[in-house]
């Protein structure tokens, strides 16, 4: 998943503190690319994508996401259906703190399920008057079931530039731990930055973004998504 997840999913950490009042809740999304760290997911190809969410007031919080994917010719995974758990910690008025754990799972192929892998994660969020910072790290010792190491580590800022418009930049490094097993375009890692605009319009949210990595791959190159989402309490 905003692995981002989670990335992967959130616009920035400290948006946690606020939806721990929230009990559960659904979103879905449509997006113009299913992108993990700059690499496409979905061959170039649009996604649409749905999750189920549950948080409560003291910072625990639980949920599941799915995606279809398209990892190219020769190769009918198509759904990528990841759970995860978590809690938040408001450290003082101005860092927060999330820890973590998330499973990923793939179907379609009769070896999707050779695919699958966990991953924990951290993430640091410091909010001043300059915006809402972030330091995240994620890790897995068994990447894409290949019983690798493989790390992100990822810098973050937000700023509100109107009320109700903010602009997110984010630089990402992904290494593997042994390119011999896993290679990114031939190297053990690579580097992604990205710069967003995110608003939200009539209970939905809009988000347009510029991404780009280092490798040479038609997956992972300079590329504009655009994605529109709307969550729903239950």
Do not use: C
Request: glycine residues 8%; charged residues 20%.
């Amino acid at each position: 998943m905003n692995k981002i997840i989670i990335a992967a999913v959130t616009t920035g950490l400290l948006t946690f503190s606020a939806s721990a009042l929230a009990d559960v809740s659904a979103t879905v999304n449509l997006a113009s690319d299913y992108t993990f760290n700059g690499v496409s997911q979905t061959d170039n190809d649009p996604a649409l994508q749905g999750s189920l969410d549950y948080a409560d007031d003291s910072g625990f919080y639980a949920g599941t996401w799915a995606s279809n994917v398209d990892f190219g010719s020769g190769e009918d995974t198509n759904i990528e259906w990841d759970a995860y758990v978590g809690q938040y910690f408001q450290l003082n008025d101005k860092f927060g703190l999330d820890t973590g754990i998330a499973y990923y799972t793939y179907h379609g192929d009769s070896a999707s399920d050779t695919y699958n892998y966990p991953e924990a994660y951290a993430k640091l969020g410091y909010s001043s008057s300059m915006g809402d910072s972030e330091l995240n790290f994620w890790y897995s010792w068994d990447y894409f079931g290949l019983d690798v190491s493989h790390y992100i580590a990822m810098v973050a800022h937000t700023v509100e530039v109107a009320p109700g418009h903010n602009i997110k930049v984010s630089f990402d490094r992904s290494t593997s731990a042994d390119e011999a097993i896993w290679a990114w375009d031939g190297t053990d890692a690579y580097n992604h930055y990205r710069v967003e605009y995110m608003t939200n319009w009539k209970g939905f949210d809009f988000d347009l973004a510029f991404e780009n990595t280092n490798m040479d791959i038609d997956t992972a190159d300079a590329r504009v998504v655009f994605s529109i989402s709307r969550t729903f309490s239950l």
